[in-house]
């Protein structure tokens, strides 16, 4: 079975530029997530989808962050126009269920640098 | 607002020996908590869970305890490997929630 997958593994642009990130989720897993980790600082939560719709996207840092998911399956991450205070490492999870007793899967994440 | 917290960026344990990695956290409503173990360009990959009805729960050389009424978990892996060496992660999650909250990681040597 395939796990997390991201895409691209690194990017590195200027900034005002625009990225998108792309995951796709292990197959059949309703529960798609979206974190961050700046600077070895935690792993932060941006936002959550369950199938094509967002559940929670309160950890979105602001409106230069679009997620989408669509038909519920891959998801993309658009930031546009990044700053330097974007960089970080972009890890997307996925999981069947939710909520206690429930693992999520990592991708291998995207490491993002703006300069 | 950070409601896991790891206070040991790294920790270096000798092979053969115990290494234990600490977490804390200052939600209540967390009830159900899991190690991720993340290696270099890695995503983090799970290692093991603890519900909060339980303190103790072990899976091979890995046992988490937690003890709720001080807010704190903690891993122990005995005997430590080389191949041990990694960051580890402590996430929690509530009843309610829809996402895992992580902290800091701890960045662990274990020398051969």
């Known amino acids: 079975e395939a796990g997390v997958t991201q895409f691209p593994s690194h990017s590195v642009i200027e900034k005002g530029q625009t990225v998108t990130l792309r995951c796709d989720p292990i197959s059949g897993h309703d529960n798609l997530y979206w974190y961050r980790r700046v600077m070895g600082k935690e792993i932060k939560f941006l936002l959550h989808?369950?199938?094509?719709?967002?559940?929670?996207e309160s950890g979105m840092p602001n409106n230069r962050f679009l997620a989408e998911r669509t038909g519920g399956t891959y998801s993309t991450l658009k930031v546009q126009p990044a700053e330097l205070e974007d960089s970080g490492v972009y890890f997307c999870?996925?999981?069947?269920?939710?909520?206690?007793?429930?693992?999520?899967?990592f991708g291998q994440g995207t490491r993002l640098t703006v300069v | 607002d950070q409601q896991v917290k790891q206070n040991s960026p790294s920790l270096s344990v000798q092979e053969g020996r115990i290494s234990i990695l600490n977490c804390d956290y200052t939600n209540s409503m967390f009830d159900y908590f899991l190690w991720y173990k993340k290696y270099p360009a890695e995503g983090p990959t799970f290692l093991i869970s603890?519900?909060?009805?339980?303190d103790k729960n072990e899976d091979g050389r890995f046992t988490v305890f937690l003890n709720k009424s001080a807010k704190h978990l903690s891993l122990h892996i005995v005997p430590s490997q080389p191949g041990d060496s990694a960051v580890y992660f402590c996430?929690?999650?509530?009843?309610?929630?829809?996402?895992?909250?992580f902290g800091t990681g701890t960045s662990l040597t274990v020398i051969p």
């Open positions: 999870a996925s999981s069947q269920v939710l909520g206690p007793g429930t693992e999520a899967f």
């Open positions: 989808f369950v199938k094509e719709s967002k559940q929670d």
């Open positions: 603890i519900s909060s009805i339980k």
């Open positions: 996430a929690a999650i509530s009843n309610t929630g829809n996402q895992f909250y």
